[in-house]
C-alpha cells in the first residue's frame, strides 16, 4: 500500500492554510473578503451600511481576517479602508462561488 500522498512528516507545513480556511469560515467574514474582492477596498461604515450589522461586529470579523494575513489596511486621511492582503483568497473565493470573475 503507497502511503506517500500522506506526508505527516511536517504537520506544521498545514497550520498557515488551515488557519486561512477557518478564518473564511464565518460566514460575515466570507460576505466581507468577497465584497472586498469586488469593491476592491471599502471602509467599516460602508461594510455597515451593506451588511445591516452592528459596526462593532463588522470591526471584530476584520480584525479575525487581518490577525490571518487575509486583509489588510490602508489610511487616507482619517478614513481606513480595507483591502485584500493575500491573493490565494481570491480563486478560492471564486470557487466557492461558482463564479470565473466577481467584478460582476
Keep these: 500500500m503507497d502511503t506517500t500522498a500522506f506526508d505527516v512528516k511536517d504537520l506544521k507545513q498545514f497550520d498557515e492554510p488551515a488557519n486561512l480556511l477557518k478564518a473564511l469560515s464565518h460566514p460575515i467574514r466570507l460576505c466581507i473578503v468577497r465584497g472586498l474582492i469586488r469593491k476592491r477596498k471599502c471602509n ?29 489596511t490602508e489610511r487616507s ?28
Excluded at 95 to 104: A, H, P, V, Y
Aim: aromatic share 6%; net charge negative; with cysteine.
Design 44 to 72: 467599516v461604515s460602508y461594510m455597515q451600511e451593506c451588511l445591516d450589522i452592528p459596526q462593532s461586529t463588522i470591526s471584530q470579523h476584520l480584525q479575525k481576517l487581518r490577525s490571518t494575513g487575509i486583509v489588510t
Design 77 to 104: 486621511g482619517l478614513e481606513v479602508n480595507y483591502l485584500l492582503a493575500d491573493p490565494r483568497i481570491e480563486p478560492i473565493v471564486h470557487i466557492l462561488f461558482g463564479e470565473e470573475d466577481c467584478e460582476s
